[in-house]
């Protein structure tokens, strides 16, 4: 039998000893709360973004205008009655000389595409960082697409600005009865639509479409075709054969001389639109109408008929004279042809 103590209690055997301290459980892992909650919101995130993904696969994403309207959620069809409407009532303000035309994408070519549009507005939004792709803070800004034809424009402002059109004036040759000398009315510049800043000022009202605005229409100068020293150089060659003394003659003897005057209405100043040139010549045939009437067959030999150039003394400094068989004097044609030559080879 076990031995009793002092106080009559048996101590328990030693492998069946209890402690008296409470037991200690072991604390939970103070990260699994939050693995769980993390575990969480990955779920709800992913569910999340797995239905935004679906929801907005053919629509705008949130934050999403065009030209200034808020497009958030639209489908493509949508999108595109969106982009008409744009097109169809936005204006802009052209001015010119103190003139001012309201004009539309019509008026001017800019001719909208809103299934270009709406295609743009979708692939841009699904192109935009995840981060911000559903955030409507993030704002996604787009343009109707459109095209120009800038001929439209072109002919809009010459109708309704058709003082932007102001020719050139090509320089003049004429003769001054006067001082009996071929004078040069110098060019004029005009002005024209200037085509190149008309097509950067399209595009520019094109990216603003929607924006109402207010622009200049451009233009540019326009010399004339001919330059004045071209002018210039005829009115030279025509003076220089008016001081030229060109007289026919006769064993010697004058029997008609040509004055500046004369001769003046012989000379030709010829304008050419297609080569942009201005030239200065002698019309044989007035040359021809001139002998007819002036020069008396009976009183020149046809055998030694001749022209003679001789300058301001006098003296000749160049003779045209027929070899056998010789033309008759009393042909005007014939005679014209030397003086003719006489004034145009001569300097």
């Given amino acids: ?129 995840i981060t911000q792709r559903y955030d409507r803070r993030a704002i996604k800004q787009n343009s109707l697409v459109t095209t120009i034809d800038d001929d439209v424009a072109e002919e809009f402002i010459a109708t309704h600005f058709p003082t932007v059109e102001a020719p050139s004036t090509q320089p003049a040759v004429t003769f001054d009865q006067e001082t009996t000398t071929f004078t040069v009315a110098p060019g004029v510049a005009g002005q024209t639509l200037d085509t190149t800043a008309l097509l950067t000022l399209l595009d520019q009202i094109r990216q603003q479409t929607g924006q109402p605005a207010t622009y200049d229409v451009p233009v540019v100068a326009a010399p004339p075709a001919i330059p004045d020293d071209q002018a210039e150089a005829a009115a030279l060659w025509a003076n220089a054969r008016l001081a030229l003394p060109l007289s026919l003659t006769h064993d010697d003897e004058t029997i008609a001389t040509f004055d500046a005057a004369t001769i003046a209405t012989w000379v030709t100043i010829v304008v050419d639109d297609t080569t942009k040139t201005i030239t200065a010549g002698v019309d044989e045939t007035a040359v021809a109408t001139y002998l007819t009437g002036t020069v008396d067959a009976g009183l020149v030999d046809p055998a030694h008929a001749r022209v003679t150039l001789n300058d301001a003394a006098g003296t000749e400094v160049w003779v045209l004279e027929e070899g056998a068989p010789n033309p008759s004097i009393a042909d005007p044609a014939a005679v014209a042809h030397n003086v003719a030559t006489a004034l145009v080879t001569e300097p």
């Fill in 1 to 129: 039998m076990p031995t009793q103590q002092a106080d009559g209690l048996v101590p328990p055997r030693s492998g069946h000893l209890r402690s008296t301290t409470p037991t200690r459980r072991r604390p939970q892992s103070a990260n699994s709360g939050l693995i769980a909650a993390l575990i969480a919101a990955v779920l709800v995130l992913g569910s999340s973004l797995f239905f935004l993904r679906q929801y907005y696969a053919d629509r705008a994403m949130p934050g999403t205008y065009l030209d200034g309207i808020d497009i958030s959620g639209l489908t493509q069809a949508q999108i595109q009655a969106i982009a008409q409407t744009v097109a169809a009532q936005w204006t802009v303000t052209l001015t010119y000389d103190g003139r001012s035309i309201q004009a539309n994408a019509a008026d001017l070519g800019i001719v909208p595409d809103p299934a270009e549009t709406a295609t743009r507005v979708l692939a841009s939004g699904h192109a935009t960082p």
